[in-house]
């Protein structure tokens, strides 16, 4: 069983900066594939960025540019920096970690970027 603490959301202006944060439990954490998630009020869950055991990015379109995803083996976090944050980048943020023992996911901490 993993488990992920989520810390950093917050209010927020449009063009603003946040940095979300992940702790993982495990001993196993290096071998974690990690993403952040979001959902807004009304819509489905979406990717936002995701970086592999190799510290491999990916992100979505609409945050290319903007955020950036990294992660400390040593102190088993992963992170996720929101520059130049808009009013729809407003969302509970999810962090999640994929291993062989399965799919898990922090309680989410909310995002709100105002106009």
């Known amino acids: 069983q993993v488990q992920l603490v989520e810390s950093g959301g917050g209010l927020v202006q449009a063009g603003g900066s946040l940095r979300l944060s992940c702790t993982a439990s495990?001993?196993?954490?290096?071998?974690?594939?990690m993403s952040w998630y979001r959902q807004a009020p009304g819509k489905q869950r979406e990717l936002v960025a995701s970086i592999d055991s190799g510290g491999n990015t990916n992100y979505a379109d609409s945050v290319k540019g903007r955020f950036t995803i990294s992660r400390d083996n040593v102190k088993n976090t992963v992170n996720l920096q929101m520059n130049s944050l808009k009013p729809e980048d407003t969302a509970v943020y999810y962090c999640?970690?994929?291993?062989?023992?399965?799919?898990?996911w922090g309680q989410g901490t909310q995002v709100t970027v105002s106009s």
């Open positions: 495990g001993s196993a954490f290096s071998r974690y594939f």
């Open positions: 999640n970690a994929l291993y062989t023992t399965g799919r898990y």
